[in-house]
C-alpha cells in the first residue's frame, strides 16, 4: 500500500488481531466481538459500522482496556505503537496483558476516547476548565498552573469556544458544545489516536456537520488517527478513508470508503449502503434488510447474516466464512463472504466495478444504476 | 396536491381544487409558560407559532426541522394531546371545539404514533391486550375481537400473526415493536396517521420496513399520515409533501422533492446542505453561523434572520408571509417578495 494524502498507511498505530470480547461466563456466554482483526494507520480515520449489538462499542472499550464486568477479553491481541517525535523505531504497547499502569499512561496521552453522551462523561459538579486542568496535570505534572490555563484556553478555542467559558459548567453548555469540550479534553495530550463512540449521534444534523468539520481540520493539523465508531454509514462515507462493517460481532467487510459505498460486496453492507434514501435523483422504492440483526444469544449458525441474506447458499448456513480478500482497481479489500471465494458467481449487485460506479453519481442498485439528477 | 397549506399570498389559482383534508390546522399557536423560578427563566415558550397544516387522505406530510423547532408540537396539537393556545382546527371540514376534553369520536379519526416502541407498549401485557384494548374501548364486543387483532397484526406484516398475538413486548424485536404500535392506532379505523420520528429509535436496516409500511397505509388504505422526522432524505423518501420548521414557524413547504432539489428558503439550505450525503460530491459547507434561538426570547421578524446570510433590514422588523415561489411551493423569506422594489429577484442574488 502507498501513502496517501499525508495518511501513512504502511505504519500501523493500532492492531487489533483476533479480538473477542465476551459478556459473561459460564455456560451461555454473549459473544459481543469475535475473532476481528484491524489495523488503524497513522493519519488514518477508520469507520467502524455497525448496528446496535453488532460488538463496535464493545470493541473499543475492550482495547482501551476499559470494559466493565461482565464484559470479558477472551482471545486476541491489540498492539499500540507509539512513534517517537525524532523518527525512531516505534515503541510497541501491548494493551491487552500489559499492567494497567502502562495501559493508564497510554490512554488519553496516546488513544483518547470520545464518548456518545458528552453531558454523562463530563462530571457536572466541575467546571469546563477544572475538567481540561485535570487531564494537562495528570499527565503532565511539569506544567505550572499559569501553563495548564493557557493550554486550556488554547484547546478550547481549538474546538470554536471561547476561552471565557472555562468557568462554566457542563449543565452551562448547549450538546454541541459539551460534544466539543469532550474533543478539547481529548486531544488535550496530543495522542496518536482518537477513539470516537457515536459522538454526533445525539446532536442535530446541523451541530453535527460543524463537529464533523471542525473534527476534520483539527485531524489535518494535528495529523491524529481517528476511529469513529457510528451506525450512521452515510456520515462515514464523507469522513472516512476507509470503513469496516460489523454483523454480529464479526467484521464482514473492510474497504476504501468509496469503493465500499458504490461497489459493496458483502450482502449486509449492501443492504446497510440501500437503507439510506438519498437526496438526488428519483425517489425509488428501496428495500432496506429484511428481518432484524440477531440475539446475540442466539446468533445463527455459520454465517451469521444467512437468514437475513438473498443469496443465501446451504454452506452458508454450514460454515462461517473467512475473511477473503478481493483485489480490485481501487487496492485490496476484506470480504467475509462465500460468494467470493472463486468458486461461486457473485451476483451482479455485488460485482460492481468501483471505477464505473464512480462514474455515476448515483448509488449501486440491482437491476440498473439510477442517474443521480444533480 | 396539498396546496392549500400556503396561505395567503399564493395566487389563489396556482392551487388545484383539490378535495377537501382530513385534517387541517389553521394557525396553530402553542405557547408553554414556564414556571420553573430557580433556572430564572419565567415566561413563555413559544413552541409553535401560526402553524398551518392540512392533510389529504391517501398523501403523507412530512415536518422536517432540528430540536424545538415545534414539530412534536405540531404532531401534538394535531392529535390534541396538547391543545392549541390558539388557531382552528377542522377535522373532515367541520371546527373541533378546541378547549373541551376530546370526544371518542375524535380519537377514532385521529392516532398518534410515537417514537420509543420500548417505551410506548405497556410491558407487563401481551400484544393481544394491546391491541385488544381500544378494540374494546371503541365498542367492539365478543369473538370477532380476537380476528380482528389478527387481521391487525397482517395489516403491519407480523406474520404468522397467530405467533405474534401471545408474545409480550420484550420477546419483540424493536422494529416489531413499532409494527405493533402502528397496529394499536390502527384498531379503531383512523382516518389519520400522526407519526412522530417512528423510526429513528431503530436500527438501520430494519427503518425502510417501517417507512415502506406507512406507504403502504396510504396507497392502500388511503391513510392521510404526518410524518415528523429530522431526516430530511427520509422525508424526501416517504412523503408527497415536505414543510420544514424552524424555531417554532414552518418557514418553506411544497412537493418533497421539489423541497429538496430547489429549497428556497436560507435554513432549508442550511439543513440540506448539513445533512450527511455520500452521494454529492465534496460539497463545501458554509458554516451554519450560531446556533437556534430561545424560543422564550424569539428574535423579531423572521426568527432566521440573525444566522441568515441575506438578511436584509425588513427581515428582522417584520415576519414574512409565504411567498409563492413555484406551484405548491411556498417559502416564508422577504427575498421572495417580488412586491418589494429593493428586494433581490429570486434566482439573482440568491445562490
Known sequence: MTADGGRDLNRPVLQIQNLSVDYGMGDEPVHAVDGVDLTIHRGEVLGLAGESGSGKSTLAYAVTRLLRDPGVIVDGDAFFYHYPKDGGQPIKVDLLSSDKDVVRSVRWSEIAVVFQSALHALNPVLRVGTLLDDVLKAHNSQMTRRQRRARSIELLEMVGISGDRLGSYPHELSGGMRQRVMIAIAIALHPQLLIMDEPTTALDVVIQREILEELMQLRERLGFSVLFITHDLSLLIEIADTIAVMYAGKLVERAPARALFHAPRHPYTYGLVNSFPSLHGEQRQMTGIKGSPPDLRHVPSGCPFHPRCAHAMPECVTTTPPLIQVEDETGRRDVSCWLHDGRHSVPVELGISPSEAALSPGRVTAPALEDGEL | ?351
Open chain 2, 1 to 351: 396536491m396539498t396546496a392549500d397549506i400556503v396561505r395567503q399570498p399564493m395566487p389563489s389559482d396556482d392551487a388545484e381544487p383539490s378535495e377537501r383534508p382530513v385534517i387541517e390546522g389553521i394557525g396553530l399557536t402553542k405557547h408553554f409558560k414556564v414556571r420553573a423560578k430557580r433556572f430564572g427563566a419565567r415566561g413563555t415558550v413559544h413552541a409553535a407559532e401560526d402553524v398551518s397544516i392540512a392533510l389529504h387522505a391517501g398523501r403523507v406530510t412530512a415536518v422536517v426541522g432540528e430540536s424545538g423547532s415545534g414539530k412534536s408540537t405540531v404532531s401534538r396539537m394535531l392529535a390534541r394531546i396538547a391543545e392549541p393556545t390558539s388557531g382552528q382546527l377542522l377535522l373532515d371540514g367541520q371546527p373541533v371545539q378546541l378547549g373541551r376534553s376530546v370526544s371518542r369520536e375524535y380519537r377514532a379519526r385521529v392516532q398518534l404514533v410515537l417514537q420509543d416502541p420500548f417505551a410506548s407498549l405497556n410491558p407487563v401485557h401481551k400484544v393481544r391486550y394491546i391491541l385488544g384494548r381500544p378494540l374494546k374501548i371503541h365498542g367492539y364486543t365478543g369473538e370477532d375481537i380476537g380476528q380482528t387483532i389478527l387481521h391487525l397484526l397482517r395489516r403491519v406484516a407480523l406474520e404468522p400473526a397467530e405467533q405474534f398475538i401471545d408474545k409480550y413486548p420484550h420477546e419483540l424485536s424493536g422494529g416489531q415493536r413499532q409494527r405493533i404500535a402502528i397496529a394499536r392506532a390502527l384498531a379503531v379505523q383512523p382516518k389519520v396517521l400522526l407519526a412522530d420520528e417512528p423510526v429513528s429509535m431503530l436500527d438501520v436496516s430494519i427503518r425502510l420496513g417501517i417507512l415502506n409500511l406507512l406507504a403502504d397505509l396510504r396507497d392502500r388504505e388511503g391513510l392521510a399520515i404526518l410524518y415528523v422526522t429530522h431526516d430530511i432524505a427520509s422525508a424526501r423518501y416517504l412523503a408527497d409533501t415536505i414543510a420544514v420548521m424552524y424555531a417554532g414557524r414552518i418557514i418553506e413547504r411544497g412537493p418533497a422533492r421539489e423541497i429538496t432539489d430547489n429549497p428556497t428558503h436560507p435554513y432549508t439550505k442550511l439543513l440540506l446542505s448539513a445533512a450527511p450525503d455520500p452521494d454529492a460530491a465534496d460539497a463545501t459547507w458554509a458554516g451554519a453561523r450560531g446556533a437556534p434561538p430561545s424560543l422564550v426570547t424569539p428574535p423579531s421578524g423572521c426568527r432566521f434572520h440573525p444566522r441568515c446570510p441575506y438578511a436584509m433590514p425588513v427581515c428582522s422588523e417584520r415576519t414574512p408571509p409565504t411567498f409563492a415561489v413555484g406551484p405548491a411551493h411556498g417559502s416564508d423569506c422577504w427575498l421572495y417578495d417580488s412586491s418589494a422594489e429593493s428586494s433581490a429577484a429570486p434566482g439573482g442574488a440568491i445562490p
